[in-house]
């Protein structure tokens, strides 16, 4: 049995109030960027320096709430980063269309971790205590709060590592020896904005962690990238009367649209190809076949904003690229109007262009008045 053709890569339909199109958005490129970063995110345990069965993509979800041993102050949940990944996960839904309101999330995201970096709440800037050794008493464990080191971004230190050595062999210790080894010194420093911990990598990392390669803050960064290249194509726009939606005067004000029914009225003078010749009456269900199945290209942001606002679907990331009217023959005589070279006539059922009505007039008058010249002589 042949198999189904796959949804080309990157486009995703959407409807709205009768709105139809395709938004086009690189998300290969960022889900290929994104897998990579919960790939290495998915390191646990004693390849982070933990004794608990975390992952760093876990533990970057409850940023600010996880217990760390020796250290003085929690993160505020508000200041970590759980929300950024929930949406980032959602773009992976082929079903997600992405929204005005993403972008803004986004930025918000871009803000949060840019308040972040070099802070307190900067996993580097995580402080942790670790008793000096050899200022431990062997007997009891104890030790004075000055004979202490004060560690940025891990508390597995060489000192530390030592420290539960001295606790494990006190007689009658309930302490075990550690097992897991001291972390590579790059992970902790004892000055600010120095250390590369496991978490600081997930987050802000650029290429230079051992552990994690690109952080979170680029990959929010490549999103929204990608999103300002976004593209929407092959929308149709209903048409409607009443004051909700896209009206023919807001549809007359697009050029390209303006200029299709230009040509086809012609001048004052020069009746154009949409005007039969013959009557002067413009050629309603030719043009209305031509006009449906035209598609018109959009000249820059500015007229792909004003579109999606008047057609209300300006909620959608995206710049307008295509676009196709739906719309009634009735409506396609009114902007055959709005070019000032037609007129309805009192039925509102014919559009007629005005100078060419009336030479056509004058000249059928003028032939019968010849006729009955003819006539009397």
């Not at 790939?39 to 760093?56: H, K, N, P, V």
């Not at 600010?192 to 952080?215: E, R, Y």
């Not at 209903?238 to 007359?252: I, Q, R, S, W, Y």
């Not at 004058?362 to 006539?375: A, Y």
């Amino acid at each position: 049995m042949p198999k189904k053709p796959n949804k080309k890569k990157g486009t995703r339909p959407f409807k709205h109030k009768g709105t139809t199109g395709i938004q086009q958005f690189d998300y290969e490129s960022f889900g290929k960027a994104f897998d990579k970063w919960k790939q290495e995110c998915s390191a646990r345990g004693e390849a982070l320096g933990l004794t608990s069965d975390i992952s760093l993509l876990e533990a970057v979800k409850n940023h600010g709430i996880i217990s760390r041993p020796y250290t003085k102050k929690k993160v505020s949940k508000d200041k970590g980063a759980a929300t950024i990944i929930d949406m980032l996960e959602e773009w992976e839904n082929d079903a997600t269309v992405l929204q005005e309101v993403d972008k803004l999330a986004l930025d918000k995201i871009i803000k949060k971790l840019d308040d972040m970096r070099d802070s307190e709440a900067d996993p580097r800037n995580i402080v942790f205590t670790v008793p000096k050794p050899n200022a431990v008493d062997e007997d009891t464990g104890e030790y004075d709060e000055d004979d202490v080191t004060e560690v940025y971004g891990h508390y597995r230190t060489d000192d530390y590592i030592e420290f539960r050595k001295v606790l494990a062999n006190i007689p009658g210790s309930k302490i075990n020896e550690e097992t897991i080894p001291n972390v590579d010194s790059s992970w902790y420093d004892t000055g600010k904005n120095k250390s590369k911990p496991p978490m600081w990598q997930a987050l802000f990392s650029v290429g230079d962690g051992d552990i994690v390669s690109q952080g979170l803050y680029g990959i929010c960064l490549l999103a929204k990238k990608l999103i300002k290249n976004a593209k929407i194509t092959n929308v149709v726009i209903p048409l409607n009367d009443d004051t909700k939606g896209m009206l023919a005067e807001d549809v007359f004000k697009i050029p390209a649209v303006k200029q299709w029914f230009m040509e086809r009225v012609g001048t004052t003078t020069t009746p154009g190809n949409g005007i039969n010749p013959k009557t002067m009456h413009w050629k309603d269900r030719p043009m209305y076949n031509e006009l449906t199945a035209a598609k018109f290209n959009v000249d820059g942001l500015k007229e792909s904003n004003f579109i999606k606002r008047v057609a209300d679907f300006e909620d959608y990331s995206g710049t307008l690229v295509t676009f196709q009217l739906d719309i009634t023959r009735r409506q396609v005589r009114k902007l055959a109007t709005l070019t000032g070279i037609c007129k309805l006539n009192s039925t509102r059922t014919i559009a007629f262009h005005i100078e060419g009505k009336k030479k056509l007039e004058k000249k059928e008058v003028k032939k019968q008045w010849k006729e009955i010249l003819g006539n009397q002589y």
